[in-house]
């Protein structure tokens, strides 16, 4: 008997001496493993996904293409976290954090942060600026609990966003006593100058708007220009731009014009509206 116990408990010293690993091993492991999950997700194998990070399908995701890991952390609850940057496009880049624990020889993904497609949007910002995320059982620090935040806000999100677009459209206009087109040639061409005045608090530019000069015959709009430029057009809160017009053809005979603002991008304004959130939400 004391022969079979003192293998058994040799065997079992062995066992031990062989599982444990190094820091840096685990960190290693942590890391092809991250990987293996990246790529993984670029091919949509979902079954493995899920498999890995069971929370995984209550939230949309970037696809983190260009992945690299920036830094490996053993964590005191002896959970790992790994840290990387990846490339939502060829402009934009953003960071990336996975929290793994260890089960059964593996890992499973605990909590990511940064994979959420909410992250970093305006939607988010609006939710963290409103303390949407301050809430006991919220967390910001994990994708799933951003995501169901994110959501419940949508709604109102989008509302106050219309509410600001409703503001715009009818505050950013043509400033008549500062215009002065006059036809020349015969009724042929166009010239002058129109001004466009921006009486709200808001920053208004041509990455939100495009805005368009109308002409009109017969108050039908018989021919429309495009107003742009090279740097892009920015009209601060409460102030205005000029536009020349130079030798603009008068094909429909015009004798009036008008300016139109449209929305170009919804998210680029969105970003304005948080960060102008007390005098949006005064409208």
Request: proline share 2%.
């Given at each position: 008997?004391?022969?079979?116990?003192?293998?058994?408990?040799?065997?079992?010293?062995?066992?031990?001496?062989?599982?444990?690993?190094?820091?840096?091993?685990l960190k290693n492991e942590a890391n092809e493993f991250v990987n293996k999950f990246v790529n993984e997700l670029l091919l949509k194998n979902y079954d493995y996904i899920e498999k890995v990070y069971p929370e995984f399908d209550g939230f949309g995701y970037w696809i983190p293409r260009e992945f690299e890991i920036s830094e490996t952390i053993i964590e005191s609850d002896e959970s790992i976290?790994?840290?990387?940057?990846?490339?939502?496009?060829?402009?934009?880049?953003?960071?990336?954090?996975?929290?793994?624990?260890?089960?059964?020889?593996?890992?499973?993904?605990?909590?990511?942060?940064?994979?959420?497609?909410?992250?970093?949007?305006?939607?988010?910002?609006?939710?963290?600026?409103?303390?949407?995320?301050?809430?006991?059982?919220?967390?910001?620090?994990?994708?799933?609990?951003?995501?169901?935040?994110?959501?419940?806000?949508?709604?109102?999100?989008?509302?106050?966003?219309?509410?600001?677009?409703?503001?715009?459209?009818?505050?950013?206009?043509?400033?008549?006593?500062?215009?002065?087109?006059?036809?020349?040639?015969?009724?042929?061409?166009?010239?002058?100058?129109?001004?466009?005045?921006?009486?709200?608090?808001?920053?208004?530019?041509?990455?939100?708007?495009?805005?368009?000069?109308?002409?009109?015959?017969?108050?039908?709009?018989?021919?429309?220009?495009?107003?742009?430029?090279?740097?892009?057009?920015?009209?601060?809160?409460?102030?205005?731009?000029?536009?020349?017009?130079?030798?603009?053809?008068?094909?429909?005979?015009?004798?009036?014009?008008?300016?139109?603002?449209?929305?170009?991008?919804?998210?680029?304004?969105?970003?304005?509206?948080?960060?102008?959130?007390?005098?949006?939400?005064?409208?």
């Amino acid at each position: 008997m004391r022969l079979l116990y003192k293998i058994v408990i040799f065997i079992s010293l062995v066992s031990i001496l062989y599982s444990c690993k190094s820091d840096e091993e685990l960190k290693n492991e942590a890391n092809e493993f991250v990987n293996k999950f990246v790529n993984e997700l670029l091919l949509k194998n979902y079954d493995y996904i899920e498999k890995v990070y069971p929370e995984f399908d209550g939230f949309g995701y970037w696809i983190p293409r260009e992945f690299e890991i920036s830094e490996t952390i053993i964590e005191s609850d002896e959970s790992i976290t790994v840290y990387g940057i990846y490339h939502k496009n060829k402009i934009n880049s953003d960071q990336i954090k996975f929290n793994l624990i260890q089960e059964n020889d593996s890992f499973k993904i605990r909590n990511t942060k940064g994979l959420s497609s909410y992250f970093n949007s305006s939607l988010y910002e609006y939710c963290n600026k409103k303390g949407y995320f301050n809430k006991s059982n919220i967390s910001i620090d994990n994708d799933v609990d951003v995501s169901k935040v994110c959501k419940d806000k949508a709604f109102e999100f989008d509302f106050l966003i219309d509410k600001c677009l409703e503001d715009v459209f009818s505050n950013v206009h043509l400033n008549k006593q500062q215009s002065n087109l006059t036809i020349q040639f015969y009724s042929t061409y166009i010239t002058g100058d129109v001004q466009i005045l921006n009486n709200t608090a808001f920053d208004i530019s041509s990455n939100q708007f495009n805005f368009f000069l109308h002409f009109y015959s017969q108050n039908k709009i018989c021919k429309s220009k495009e107003i742009s430029q090279f740097p892009p057009i920015h009209i601060n809160p409460n102030s205005y731009f000029n536009y020349r017009v130079i030798y603009e053809e008068n094909t429909c005979n015009s004798s009036k014009y008008n300016i139109e603002v449209k929305l170009n991008d919804r998210e680029e304004f969105a970003k304005e509206v948080v960060e102008k959130l007390d005098y949006a939400e005064s409208l």
